[in-house]
């Protein structure tokens, strides 16, 4: 048996498996050698976790999941497999039964969602022009421009798809806060942590992109939940 287990990242919305390319080599210089991140369609949340399902599949030890953002509803979706051992929400969304990102968000709407635009196939967009301050206001201006053109769209309807059997109810879990997000209130994570009583939550102050800004201190929290 391998000492440290698999780590799977898992992205949200308006991003890819590269939005961890800085956690990707701050765990890999402390050793994390099966790492892997996971591309998903954003098309629907039962297609996502299914994806993430088949990955997680393929590993034969344990498995730590991570997800940020939107991601945080795909692990909750599809967490509860037998090699999981640890769930890791980093300014992402933990849905319960029968909630979805879109309605959780509705409750306490984001201070950025303004700045979110439908294209005419049913994509959600954030306006180029709004996505450092939007996403990531703590990166530098470059880092962001890439990101805004590179963004990739959720189908809308994705924000409506709801958890059906939440795994963080049945799993050790983890949660960053991220105090200065624009697109998750901040609110809403405070109240998606307190009430699956993680092991640990860390409050960062910073954006959504936390996981780019901050990936030293995301790493860290990473790294709890693989050793416990």
Same mark, same amino acid.
């Given at each position: ?27 890999? @210089? @402390?050793?994390?050698? %099966? ?20 990955? $997680? ?26 090699? $999981?051992?640890?769930? $890791? ?8 039964? !029968? ?22 196939? !049913? ?58 997000? @624009? ?13 699956? @009583? ?6 960062? %102050? ?11 201190? $995301?790493? %860290? ?8």
């Amino acid at each position: 048996m391998p000492d440290k287990p698999a780590i799977v990242l898992v992205h949200g919305f308006w991003g890819g498996a590269a939005h961890w390319s800085k956690v990707i080599l701050e765990l890999s @210089r @402390r050793g994390y050698a %099966d790492l892997h991140a996971v591309e998903n369609p954003l098309t629907s949340l039962a297609d996502d976790a299914e994806r993430t399902r088949k990955m $997680v599949r393929q590993i034969s030890g344990s498995v730590v999941l991570v997800g940020h953002s939107y991601g945080g509803a795909v692990i909750t979706e599809m967490g509860d497999l037998p090699n $999981v051992k640890a769930l $890791v929400y980093i300014a992402a969304f933990a849905p319960d039964a !029968g909630e979805s990102p879109g309605g959780i968000s509705q409750a306490k709407p984001p201070q950025a969602f303004p700045n979110i635009a439908p294209d005419s196939d !049913g994509y959600l967009w954030i306006k180029p022009d709004k996505f450092r301050e939007s996403f990531c206001q703590d990166l530098p201006v470059e880092e962001a421009l890439v990101m805004a053109i590179t963004q990739k769209a959720p189908l809308g309807s994705t924000f409506g798809d709801n958890v059906t059997a939440p795994a963080w109810r049945k799993k050790p879990s983890w949660y960053q806060i991220s105090t200065a997000d @624009r697109m998750i209130a901040p609110e809403n994570q405070v109240m998606m942590a307190e009430r699956m @009583r993680p092991q640990k939550t860390l409050k960062l %102050d910073a954006s959504h992109a936390s996981l780019a800004s901050r990936p030293v201190e $995301v790493s %860290d929290l990473i790294e709890d939940a693989a050793k416990a």
